[in-house]
């Protein structure tokens, strides 16, 4: 069976426009989540968090962290009294997998949250505390 240049030409535009809807159809269906429902009000506390983030980087015992077997170790400065706050775990491929916790240092200087609370993923860990009325930041990645 032979085909004609028209016949072919045809084929390869059918082809063509078959592709361009799977892929439109493949779009419509891809989960984006945003970094956060209300972008423009974190948006403009942005210079508050630049100035704890110095302080945080200016203290002679920084604030550390250390993720284990059963959870992630949080180690406070041991100078600061009064540590209080909000930790975010906050995970840009599934904005399901977020969540929040409030600061709550044991004896030792420590708070430990265990993986029971935090599902399997990459997660940028986001840490809002103050002590002795003074704000201070801290932020890194965390694979679990």
């Not at 302080?55 to 009064?82: C, D, F, Q, S």
Request: proline content about 3%.
């Amino acid at each position: 069976m032979k085909l004609s240049w028209g016949t072919g030409i045809w084929a390869f535009y059918g082809l063509f426009v078959l592709m361009i809807l799977a892929m439109v159809g493949m779009s419509i269906v891809q989960k984006i989540d945003l970094v956060t429902d209300n972008y423009y009000e974190e948006e403009v506390k942005f210079q508050g968090k630049i100035d704890k983030i110095n302080r945080a980087k200016a203290l002679a015992t920084p604030l550390t962290w250390e993720v284990l077997e059963n959870g992630v170790r949080i180690h406070y400065p041991t100078n600061m009294k009064g540590v209080s706050g909000k930790i975010n775990f906050y995970c840009p491929a599934d904005n399901r997998k977020d969540f929040s916790t409030p600061i709550q240092v044991g004896a030792d200087g420590t708070q430990f949250i265990s993986n029971q609370k935090i599902k399997a993923g990459r997660y940028q860990l986001q840490i809002d505390w103050q002590a002795n009325g003074v704000g201070y930041w801290n932020e890194g990645i965390l694979n679990i």
